[in-house]
């Protein structure tokens, strides 16, 4: 039974995102894990988090609306600096490379797949 180019694709994008999806399982499963201290490696980031936010907390009710416009206007000036199209063009190219690793590694696997059939069909006379 032939299939076309479109299925082949439609699986190496199904085994794509399969792999991305247990390898941000993987990194989420590491960072909400308890490590030996007992201690999850992300409460430091999250002790953080709190501080700043109780830090920013305090100096808006003190700045009242001239601190909200000043923060504001910063943060749509640090967002103007921000390589967007940089950014895009290196996942994009990193998302290539891995494709084709993928794809390097499905087609090895099926090539020893039906060499493997190949000889047990030998072996058992089919």
């Not at 082949?8 to 794509?16: A, K, M, P, S």
């Not at 996942?91 to 490379?97: A, D, M, P, Q």
């Amino acid at each position: 039974m032939a299939r076309g180019r479109g299925a082949t694709d439609e699986q190496y994008d199904l085994l794509t995102a399969a792999l991305i999806g247990v390898a941000v399982g993987v990194g989420t499963t590491l960072l909400v894990r308890r490590g030996p201290t007992g201690r999850r490696p992300v409460s430091p980031m999250l002790r953080g988090a709190a501080l700043g936010a109780m830090w920013a907390g305090r100096g808006a009710a003190r700045l009242g609306a001239r601190g909200a416009s000043w923060a504001r206007d910063a943060g749509s000036e640090l967002w103007e600096r921000v390589p967007r199209e940089e950014i895009r063009e290196h996942v994009r190219e990193y998302l290539g490379k891995a494709q084709e690793a993928i794809d390097d590694v499905v087609e090895t696997e099926l090539r020893d797949l039906r060499r493997a059939l190949r000889r047990q069909r030998k072996r058992l006379g089919i």
